[in-house]
């Protein structure tokens, strides 16, 4: 009787202790609150979210993530009701904001190693998968640097603080 909760509990101690290790690995697990974000066509550095820009990504320990990032400064819509907005807001809000979410992978150093979007707002996105060529995230302690390249070759840049 007393060699099973032995074992259940060495068992237990060396998953915690594998699942510790893994975590630990990983750079870019945890939660990020966006500083900055700039498109640059040709040269220009123009804010994508608007001066304010606001969003968090997320990563998990199970290897999911979600991302919502939206301009501050879009006004509200008229309505309160969400599906009543016009052409006009809902081009606004649609084209400022973009929520997506999937799983990511990191290589053996714990970096990012690309994504798959399950889900996005913007119905495009789902289903591609970005490799670090199309995405990079460099963590260099509570700053995290993304840079993205749309397919037609616009490079984004977003800075990133962990969320304590």
């Known amino acids: 009787m007393f060699i099973r909760p032995v074992v259940l509990a060495l068992a237990f101690s060396i998953s915690s202790s594998a699942f510790a290790q893994t975590t630990a690995q990983n750079q870019v697990m945890g939660t990020w609150r966006i500083i900055s974000a700039a498109i640059d066509p040709g040269g ?89 060529d199309d995405l990079t995230l460099v963590v260099a302690g509570d700053r995290m640097t993304e840079h993205f390249r749309r397919p037609e070759g616009t490079e984004i840049r977003i800075e990133w603080q962990r969320v304590e």
Request: proline share 4%; aromatic share 12%; net charge negative.
């Open 44 to 132: 220009d550095n123009i804010s994508v979210y608007g001066e304010k820009p606001n969003g968090l990504l997320v990563f998990t320990p199970d290897m999911h993530f979600v991302a919502v990032l939206t301009d501050a400064g879009v006004p509200r819509f008229a309505s309160d009701a969400r599906g009543e907005g016009t052409d006009d807001e809902n081009r606004m809000a649609m084209s400022r904001s973009i929520g997506f979410f999937g799983t990511y992978t990191v290589n053996e150093k714990g970096e990012f190693s690309g994504n798959r979007v399950e889900g996005a707002t913007f119905p495009n996105w789902v289903g591609s998968v970005r490799t670090r």
